[in-house]
């Protein structure tokens, strides 16, 4: 019998290696965030702690469309909010709130956030996931609501207060704002953030349409270990990483 193919995690031979490729990956998430419409004006960042200077991470350029970004247009941030690598700005919100997630879990190798539609309205009704379907699950006893909104972030004071909000979540209800996903790499924030996305949907139109069948606690909680391992986030993005790369190439640049 041949040998099936199956994704596995990447092994770099370098540092330098690593970085590129979390620089592709990110670059092809600002790419799907642009396809399924989670831009609003320059609202939204994801961020990739970078392997070789782990203090310091990667971002997209301030206001250019998530649909041009390429690897080479990313940025890179200090923990002071410094550029060290690019020629944009940081958006200040970006560097608020990522800094004191990268800082204050150090498993986080990604970060995602956006206003998107659908999380963006279970936001202003300050409301957390129920267990109504099976990928849903993978948010099951595994996000948090941030129940305050003070504005604009533009410190890292409001950043801190947020990241001790999502504790070891992965995911965070930012109220009358929008979602927060971080994962392991890149891969799996992304792919939280998308299907996050959706479940606040599915979510607002079940409850819209009638009375919602929860799934009983043991079975979520079931369901939690087969969908929401960081694993199968990684393994759930790798179709949307072949299609956009193939769609999209220009994004390796
Ligand atoms: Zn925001």
């Known amino acids: 019998m041949t040998e099936k193919w199956f994704p596995s995690l990447p092994e770099f031979a370098t540092p330098e290696d690593e970085r590129l490729h979390r ?20 609202a939204g960042h994801i961020t990739a702690r970078d392997p070789i200077e782990p203090d310091t991470f990667w971002v997209n350029p301030f206001a250019v469309p998530f649909a041009h970004v390429k690897q080479s247009d990313l940025i890179r941030v200090d923990h002071n909010g410094e550029v060290v690598e690019g020629n944009y700005h940081v958006n200040t919100a970006a560097f608020a709130i990522h800094s004191q997630v990268h ?8 970060a995602a956030h956006s206003h998107s539609t659908h999380g963006r309205a279970l936001s202003a ?3 957390t996931l129920e267990p109504i379907t099976q990928d849903v699950c993978a948010f099951y006893n595994d996000h948090a609501l941030f129940d305050d909104y003070t504005g604009v972030v533009t410190d890292i004071e409001e950043g801190k ?5 999502l504790g070891d979540n992965k995911a965070l209800i930012l109220r009358n704002h929008g979602l927060l996903t971080v ?10 953030f998308i299907t996050m996305e959706r ?13 919602v069948v929860h799934i009983d606690e043991e079975q ?10 960081d694993f199968v986030g990684w393994l ?14 220009d994004l390796l640049d």
């Open 23 to 42: 620089k592709q990956r990110l670059a092809a998430g600002f790419r799907l965030f642009a396809k399924f419409g989670f831009e609003e004006g320059v």
């Open 103 to 110: 800082a204050a879990r150090p498993d986080v190798v990604a």
């Open 125 to 127: 009704l300050g409301a």
């Open 161 to 165: 207060r947020i990241a001790h909000a």
């Open 183 to 192: 994962g392991q790499s890149v891969d799996s924030a992304v792919f939280w």
């Open 199 to 211: 479940s606040c949907q599915v979510q607002l139109l079940a409850k819209a349409a009638g009375t």
């Open 220 to 229: 979520a909680a079931k369901t939690h270990e087969q969908v929401g391992t």
């Open 236 to 249: 759930s993005f790798q179709p949307l990483y072949a299609k956009i790369s193939r769609e999209q190439p």
